[in-house]
């Protein structure tokens, strides 16, 4: 959705889309759900070294699982696939 606002070059709707993805306050179960099954299986795998679930972020039909470990950040990707050194900054 939001490559879709970025090529249709309407970037009222793309800052009103990041604004209020960011504003959002999910519960883990909202965040759960909002994840495939291979992803939630790569999380339950993460979690058992201390990292939690912080965000999901949609692209379109793909889904991105942020979590963090003290200051490390992990990502998986739609296929579940874990990347412990993404090119992510998160926010404090």
Not at 67 to 74: G, S, T, V, Y
Request: aromatic residues 8%; proline residues 1%; charged residues 15%.
């Amino acid at each position: 959705m939001l490559h879709t606002l970025i090529l249709d070059k309407d970037l009222t709707a793309v800052t009103t889309f990041i604004a209020d993805s960011r504003e959002q306050d999910y519960s883990l179960d909202t965040l759960w759900d909002q994840l495939n099954l291979s992803q939630q299986y790569a999380v339950s795998s993460l979690g058992q070294f201390g990292y939690l679930l912080t965000y999901v972020r949609s692209l379109g039909s793909n889904t991105l699982a942020i979590l963090k470990q003290d200051k490390k950040i992990a990502t998986i990707n739609q296929a579940g696939i874990i990347n412990i050194n993404p090119a992510i900054h998160c926010r404090q």
